[in-house]
């Protein structure tokens, strides 16, 4: 009910609508190397990160935004999932909308097939770019209609801005980028905010990044997934956090190594895993220890304990708590139970 009066009120009252709206910047991406699919944002908006981004394996990824309706998110899954092609899907949400006019909406599909939908009563500065543009058209919905737009790989998307060059900004950055799906988002927020972005500010940010099939467990077909709820610098933090969670993708790849017995693939990991920690300003230290002790206990398990001696002491030496937790380990079948053992290893110390 409150959702349909503020959306009365827009219609009716645009300068009063405009007190509340969930506007922001936003890009849909597909890998065409991975077929990884991603969708990330920034909003003044607390918690944007719960209502614009929606992405699953194998189907493809939505934004939602401007006066924000989540059942696009739902429902062009549900459509994408039976067969529809992005542009059809999002057609077909627009074409059942008696307010299509204040939305603003992208939906790219696992094949690539991108759209992007900028309401006319989208508060200014307000578009988006579909790459590639193969097709741009004005779509007759609700009482305005607006402006769709259709293309490859990715699009890009943005409402209540300072200026009308931020989403050509997100486009071009986004295209020029180097890296992975995740990094190449990035840098089109960035660009975003770079040339002036939210008119209003900022105030959190989200990525959500899957992969390209799905393998029937949601928790393990999601490369990343961080949100910044409420933030000074919500991107500067959204950076980090992907940093961050690329060092645990790593690390959890390792504890998959170790499971199968791949102690090489396993203890290439756990480095991998470290040096993005070491290297990366803001992880705190006790994030680096945790790496660096878990890389140690493997390397018992593997029988390698003078290698793993000198990692355990530089563990300690960055969080001592990590010491009284040992002997617990051999209980878990973690450490062998073996007294003399986790007497060396509580006792070491870092001698770097």
Request: hydrophobic share 45%; glycine share 8%.
């Amino acid at each position: 009910m409150k959702k349909t009066l503020l959306v009365c009120l827009l219609l009716a009252h645009p300068l009063v609508a405009q007190v509340r709206p969930v506007n922001t910047f936003s890009i849909v991406a597909r890998d065409p190397a991975t077929g990884q699919i991603g969708v990330a944002v920034q909003s003044h908006w607390f918690a944007v990160g719960q209502i614009v981004p929606w992405a699953e394996a194998g189907v493809g990824a939505v934004a939602t935004q401007s006066f924000v309706d989540p059942s696009y998110g739902k429902l062009g899954l549900d459509l994408l999932r039976a067969g529809k092609s992005a542009p059809d899907a999002l057609r077909a949400l627009l074409g059942g909308d008696s307010a299509c006019e204040v939305r603003q909406v992208a939906f790219i599909d696992a094949n690539g097939d991108v759209a992007t939908f900028t309401g006319s009563r989208d508060i200014v500065a307000a578009g988006g770019i579909a790459a590639g543009g193969k097709s741009s058209a004005n779509v007759s919905c609700g009482s305005a209609g607006g402006a769709l737009s259709i293309g490859r790989d990715f699009a890009v998307q943005a409402n209540l801005m300072a200026n009308d060059r931020v989403w050509p900004a997100m486009e071009k950055a986004f295209a020029a980028s180097k890296g992975d799906l995740a990094e190449r988002m990035l840098a089109a927020l960035d660009a975003a905010q770079a040339a002036g972005g939210d008119i209003r500010g900022k105030q959190s940010a989200a990525l959500v990044v899957v992969g390209a099939k799905s393998t029937g467990r949601t928790w393990q077909d999601r490369i990343f997934d961080v949100r910044v709820d409420d933030h000074p610098q919500p991107l500067d933090e959204l950076r980090r956090l992907v940093t961050l969670h690329r060092a645990y993708n790593h690390m959890n790849a390792g504890d998959l190594a170790v499971e199968k017995k791949d102690n090489e693939a396993a203890l290439r990991e756990y480095s991998a895993a470290e040096q993005i920690a070491a290297t990366t300003a803001g992880i705190p230290k006790s994030r680096h220890a945790e790496m660096i002790y878990w890389h140690a206990v493997a390397l018992v398990a593997m029988n390698r304990i003078e290698e793993a001696l000198p990692l355990f002491g530089r563990a300690f030496r960055l969080e001592p708590s990590w010491r009284e937790l040992t002997p617990r380990l051999s209980r878990s079948g973690l450490l062998p139970d073996d007294p003399k053992l986790i007497e060396r290893i509580v006792a070491r110390q870092d001698k770097d």
